[in-house]
């Protein structure tokens, strides 16, 4: 099957830089998201990325996609407490019965230490 | 708008027992999904709508039927429930195939 990359766990201290990476599947996919969950909750979007795009910044947030070797990666700058959660890399498939599936990985789990 | 709102939140069943979990949105999505969220084992879906009355399976589709009467509502259905069903359940909506998918906020389900 296809899958989607990423580590399991990353820590950081509050203020440094975080890095999320991950590595999907098809060459095709036209977009790639970052999803954040916090405990307890469902999934919320973070940010997402056309296949065009090499970055794309928000305010604290900075996607790199890398097209050639699949890479996608989610800097947060400044991490804050508030910043722990499970953060979940995703692609989009055509699943060829005329719609298209997400596909997730199995989440990094950030903790920012005080 | 209340989102995507799913019920019950918790739910404890015995092996073999049935039971229909709800999943109903107002933003008038025609795009709607299930998944189960494992430990370690990320999201994965179980079936997807995208439409009413049109229903595909996903990833993992045994054990588990769909039906989708009305565009806001998209309820999954236990029809014997077996211990490797115990996870938690999530229900999706979007626009668009590929836009931005809104979650409800889960049912923890135990099967005992």
């Known amino acids: 099957g296809e899958d989607v990359e990423q580590s399991l766990f990353l820590s950081v201290r509050e203020g440094d830089s975080s890095v999320i990476n991950c590595t999907y599947t098809d060459s095709s996919s036209t977009y790639l998201y970052w999803y954040k969950q916090e405990p307890g909750a469902g999934l919320q979007l973070l940010t997402y990325i056309f296949s065009n795009m090499d970055m794309k910044q928000d305010q604290r947030l900075t996607v790199l996609l890398n097209k050639k070797d699949k890479h996608l990666s989610l800097r947060i700058a400044d991490t804050q407490t508030g910043d722990s959660a499970i953060y979940f890399c995703a692609e989009t498939l055509f699943s060829g019965a005329g719609s298209y599936q997400l596909t997730f990985g199995k989440g990094t789990k950030l903790s920012v230490i005080p | 708008n209340a989102g995507v709102t799913q019920t019950p939140k918790f739910q404890v069943l015995k092996t073999g027992q049935s039971m229909t979990l709800q999943c109903a949105q107002d933003m008038n999505h025609e795009y709607m999904s299930w998944y189960r969220q494992d430990p370690g084992m990320g999201l994965r879906l179980i079936h997807y709508?995208?439409?009413?009355?049109?229903?595909d399976q996903g990833e993992v589709p045994n054990g588990y039927n769909v039906s989708r009467s009305t565009t806001e509502d998209f309820p999954l259905r236990l029809l014997s429930a077996a211990p490797s069903q115990t996870s938690v359940y999530f229900c999706?909506?979007?626009?668009?195939?590929?836009?931005?998918?809104?979650f409800g906020p889960g049912t923890r389900l135990t099967v005992l």
């Open positions: 999706a909506s979007s626009y668009s195939p590929t836009g931005e998918q809104f």
């Open positions: 709508s995208v439409g009413a009355g049109i229903t």
